[in-house]
């Protein structure tokens, strides 16, 4: 008994979630909470893939289309788009994407690097690859992946930054 309270103890957690028929993955720890599709105020002279900010419970957070950084063609809001609210250090910000599909526990040995691939510097942050079933499943480097979405530090907390 105490082997198998030892083997999930290693295990690590993703929530995984689509975007235009792939599958990613992020860190478990690193989620707040999954909402629907709320209200989303643009912020003038912001990057494209900025959709704007947010109110979550009192505090306003920005608003990251993952559609639209990874440069793949828009779509309509369907009843499965969600935005996953995600912590980085002191800053919260939501990613919206297309649906959510599942929280696996994955062996750390399961977790595969990314490929070498000419150009890829703009992929540094993939943090590897697992196979779910039939599926290849992109893991992400959150921190890696929102760096240069805000200043160093940057965070925003309530009314009064903006």
């Excluded at 979550?56 to 969600?82: D, M, W, Y």
């Amino acid at each position: 008994m105490a082997e198998l309270a030892v083997t999930a103890s290693q295990t690590v957690q993703y929530l995984t979630f689509g975007l235009a028929e792939q599958e990613y993955g992020i860190s478990i720890l690193q989620v707040q909470e999954i909402k629907g599709p709320s209200a989303i105020t643009p912020i003038p002279n912001t990057p494209a893939h900025v959709g704007g900010v947010m109110n979550l419970r009192g505090t306003i957070i920005p608003v990251i289309n993952l559609r639209q950084k990874f440069g793949l063609p828009p779509v309509a809001v369907s009843p499965f788009t969600v935005i996953i609210v995600v912590s980085v250090g002191v800053r919260v910000m939501g990613l919206l994407v297309d649906a959510v599909s599942d929280v696996l526990s994955v062996d750390p040995g399961e977790v595969q690097p990314p490929p070498e691939v000419a150009g890829a510097g703009r992929a540094s942050f993939v943090a590897g690859m697992i196979i779910a079933g039939e599926q290849l499943v992109t893991l992400l480097d959150i921190e890696r992946l929102l760096d240069r979405d805000l200043a160093p530090g940057a965070h925003v907390s309530d009314g009064a930054d903006i």
